[in-house]
Nanobody, 124 residues
């Protein structure tokens, strides 16, 4: 059973919007820290946004004011609303979860479970 499954990726023109969703299973701690990360082939995976067990959020500087991370406990869904998309946002986006309620910034090594990713392509 997949613990984390992303959806919502696609192709969009610069300035457009996309909403990513991540459905997580009951095996994932519902009030644990969760986050969105992205990776361009050949480059290291980087943190985009995280949300802690009590709702605290952290964003990468380059997405502040454009992206919003949220969690729907009733639907077991983590979301990332992406507005004013830029060419440099093009990447594979992954959702991730860790057992602790506390997030440690955007550190990829702090997360225990990962989805398979969804491609986001922004054309300039």
């Amino acid at each position: 059973q997949e613990q984390l499954a992303e959806s919502g990726g696609g192709s969009v023109q610069a300035g457009g919007s996309l909403r990513l969703s991540c459905a997580f299973s009951d095996n994932i701690r519902r009030n644990g820290c969760m986050g969105w990360f992205r990776q361009i082939p050949g480059k290291e995976r980087e943190g985009v946004a995280t949300i802690g067990g009590y709702g605290g959020t952290t964003y990468r500087d380059s997405v502040k004011g454009r992206f919003i991370i949220s969690k729907d406990f009733a639907k077991n869904t983590l979301s990332l609303q992406m507005n004013s998309l830029k060419f440099e946002d093009t990447a594979i986006y992954y959702c991730a979860a860790r057992r602790s309620t506390m997030c440690i910034g955007l550190d990829t090594t702090a997360f225990d479970s990962w989805g398979r990713g969804t491609q986001v392509t922004v054309s300039s």
